[in-house]
């Protein structure tokens, strides 16, 4: 009998489901394992992963310090035995640390906005001004848009960063892009340009789907695949959605590299199963 993959995630929801769709239509078993249910032994890694083909991450529940450092334990030790691992640890480490990605891009000169985290308000206040009074402040860790607030004036920022630093939280000051009301997400897989849309945010100046934008097909403009590819290669991700905005001055700025990326919006948009190339390519099917 052919190893299963494994699909770890926190549920059973729609792009778990496509995936376990695309694995069956491919003769190729899969589990779908949450999180919450792995577990190591004195050998390392859960005896479920040592029976695996490899492992396709779907989610990265919340948790603990010390349950989500154990899930991360658990994938890093079964990437060290050699089992597939999509995306690789470092990647989904690196990638849903926003700071993290953006000073690796930014260190190695991609362009990103002009970014400043702290952890005092006072700080902050003063990256408020740096930055040109026209910020956005992002939560660490999250996805969809949600928990992003953009500023403009000074008594704003000041509440916003007092109320963050009394909750303990990092603060991660970001200067607010001037782009068209749309942004553009550029899906790739293992080195290419696999798909991209458009989304377009109407009054709100987030463009997330989740977050009401409309999504529309897109194809890349050649910079902004090459920036897509360079990022995703930078972090490590096999697979990523990488976000990026054009300012008024025709100018590419690359604000996100997911290492989890959804698809259902893409889907929808353009049509292309994406769930059917994930699979293939952890198959080892040719595109």
């Given at each position: 009998?052919?190893?299963?993959?494994?699909?770890?995630?926190?549920n059973r929801g729609?792009h778990v489901?496509?995936?376990?769709?695309?694995f069956?239509?491919?003769?190729?078993?899969?589990i779908?394992?949450p999180?919450?249910?792995?577990?190591?032994?004195?050998q390392?890694t859960?005896?479920?992963?040592?029976?695996?083909a490899?492992?396709?991450?779907?989610?990265?529940p919340?948790?603990?310090?010390?349950?989500v450092?154990?899930?991360?334990?658990?994938?890093h030790?079964?990437?060290?035995?050699?089992?597939?691992?999509?995306?690789?640890p470092?990647?989904?480490?690196?990638?849903?640390?926003?700071?993290?990605?953006?000073a690796r891009?930014g260190?190695?000169?991609?362009?990103v906005p002009?970014?400043?985290?702290?952890?005092?308000s006072?700080?902050?206040?003063?990256?408020?001004?740096?930055?040109?009074g026209d910020?956005?402040?992002?939560?660490?860790?999250?996805?969809?848009?949600?928990g992003?607030?953009?500023?403009?004036?000074?008594?704003s920022?000041?509440r916003?960063?007092?109320?963050?630093?009394?909750?303990?939280?990092?603060?991660?000051?970001?200067?607010?892009?001037?782009?068209?009301?749309?942004?553009l997400?550029?899906?790739?897989?293992?080195?290419?340009?696999?798909t991209?849309?458009?989304?377009?945010?109407g009054?709100?100046w987030r463009?997330?789907?989740?977050?009401g934008?409309i999504?529309?097909?897109?194809?890349?403009?050649a910079?902004?695949?090459?920036l897509?590819?360079e990022?995703?290669?930078?972090?490590?991700a096999?697979?990523?959605?990488?976000d990026?905005?054009i300012?008024g001055?025709?100018?590419?700025?690359i604000?996100?590299v997911?290492?989890?990326?959804?698809?259902?919006?893409l889907?929808?948009?353009?049509g292309?199963?994406?769930?059917a190339a994930?699979?293939?390519?952890a198959l080892?099917?040719?595109p």
């Amino acid at each position: 009998m052919n190893q299963p993959w494994i699909i770890a995630a926190s549920n059973r929801g729609w792009h778990v489901r496509d995936l376990e769709r695309a694995f069956a239509a491919r003769g190729a078993p899969c589990i779908v394992a949450p999180f919450a249910s792995l577990l190591g032994d004195h050998q390392g890694t859960d005896p479920l992963l040592r029976r695996a083909a490899g492992v396709m991450v779907r989610t990265i529940p919340g948790g603990t310090l010390e349950q989500v450092v154990l899930r991360m334990d658990l994938l890093h030790l079964a990437a060290e035995s050699g089992l597939r691992v999509m995306n690789s640890p470092r990647a989904l480490e690196g990638c849903v640390d926003k700071f993290l990605t953006t000073a690796r891009l930014g260190r190695a000169g991609l362009p990103v906005p002009p970014t400043l985290c702290c952890q005092t308000s006072a700080q902050a206040m003063e990256a408020f001004d740096g930055l040109g009074g026209d910020i956005v402040f992002k939560p660490l860790f999250g996805s969809e848009g949600r928990g992003m607030v953009r500023v403009t004036d000074r008594e704003s920022a000041w509440r916003v960063a007092t109320t963050l630093e009394r909750l303990g939280a990092a603060l991660y000051l970001q200067a607010f892009v001037r782009h068209p009301g749309w942004d553009l997400r550029v899906f790739t897989l293992a080195g290419r340009v696999l798909t991209a849309m458009t989304r377009h945010g109407g009054q709100d100046w987030r463009t997330n789907v989740a977050q009401g934008a409309i999504a529309r097909p897109a194809t890349p403009a050649a910079e902004a695949a090459s920036l897509a590819l360079e990022a995703a290669s930078l972090m490590g991700a096999t697979m990523a959605g990488v976000d990026l905005l054009i300012d008024g001055q025709g100018k590419w700025w690359i604000i996100e590299v997911n290492a989890v990326p959804g698809w259902r919006g893409l889907t929808e948009a353009t049509g292309l199963d994406v769930a059917a190339a994930l699979v293939d390519h952890a198959l080892g099917n040719k595109p």
